[in-house]
């Protein structure tokens, strides 16, 4: 039976909050097919994250066949209706060229309006472009803006990217001990290339006092959430220390994140 036949008959005087809340749960209980049905009368009226739940679920194929066509026209409804998400989603089909040609410039302009209205996702991502510079002229200053406000709100690749910054003196001084806390706090979070930076630095006493054990930890963790920057130390970590110490790393990086203080 398609979705659309499986509409809720929830009360017209039911708040749409109320509403959207029943199908968040629903999705989350990977319920997509009810979710979807309570999002559809709603997206129809003009509900802008309704549009955008709708989209995404196109777009990944969640409770629906996928379909980009789709996606990119649900997900284009609710970035015109200011919703932040959609626009978020929609400057991701953009930028990888899914269900429309590829454009960088529109997808850097939709992260954009998304990240002025606080999507932290989309102050990772924009932050991140505006830093590496192949889609879009580098501006470093910008960069650190987002990534710094992405991470104030505990998007931990952001806490990453601003840990480089400071390793790099990237518009602002080295500081090697400033690198290490947000990476600590993207490695707790489980950000792979955070893990593998702080356990670089543990290796080479950069920024915190030498931990062999601690470096290989964080750095097989890392690499086991597939960072490719652990590769280049792990090596090195692993003959500084003996049988038992290896065995030690071994049994921290398949234990529980220890929880970090911010």
């Known amino acids: 039976m398609r979705w659309l036949d499986r509409i ?16 968040l749960e629903a999705a989350r209980k990977g319920d997509h097919a ?23 679920c196109f777009a990944e194929g969640l409770g629906v066949v996928r379909d980009s066509d789709l996606a990119v026209r649900w997900l284009t409804l609710a970035a015109e209706g200011n919703d932040p998400v ?48 192949e889609v879009m002229e580098p501006d470093v200053a910008e960069a650190r803006r987002w990534a710094t406000a992405a ?5 931990a690749s952001a806490m990453t990217r601003v840990g480089m910054l400071h390793h790099n003196a990237l ?26 930076m702080l356990g670089a630095a543990c290796h080479l006493g950069a920024g ?22 652990a590769a280049r ?10 049988t038992e110490e290896i065995a030690e790393a071994e049994r921290r990086a398949t234990a529980p994140l220890p929880e970090i203080a911010p």
């Open 8 to 23: 809720a008959r929830q009360p017209a005087e039911a708040p749409v909050p109320e509403r959207m809340a029943m199908a």
């Open 34 to 56: 009810t979710a979807l049905a309570i999002w559809e009368p709603l997206a129809q009226a003009g509900v802008a994250r309704a549009q955008n739940n709708i989209g995404a």
């Open 86 to 133: 959609g626009q978020r989603n929609l400057a991701s089909l953009y930028f990888r060229g899914e269900g429309v040609e590829q454009d960088y410039v529109r997808a850097a302009e939709l992260y954009r309006r998304a990240a002025e209205q606080g999507d932290g996702p989309a102050q990772d991502m924009l932050s991140w472009m505006l830093l590496e510079g």
């Open 151 to 155: 991470a104030d709100q505990g998007i």
């Open 171 to 196: 518009g602002v001084p080295r500081d090697p001990a400033e690198a290490v806390r947000w990476w600590r706090r993207a490695a707790a979070r489980g950000d792979a290339d955070g893990q593998a």
């Open 208 to 229: 915190v006092p030498v931990d062999a054990v601690g470096a290989l930890a964080w750095l097989l963790r890392a690499q086991a959430s597939g960072s490719a920057l």
């Open 233 to 242: 130390y792990l090596a090195a970590a692993r003959a500084a220390l003996s």
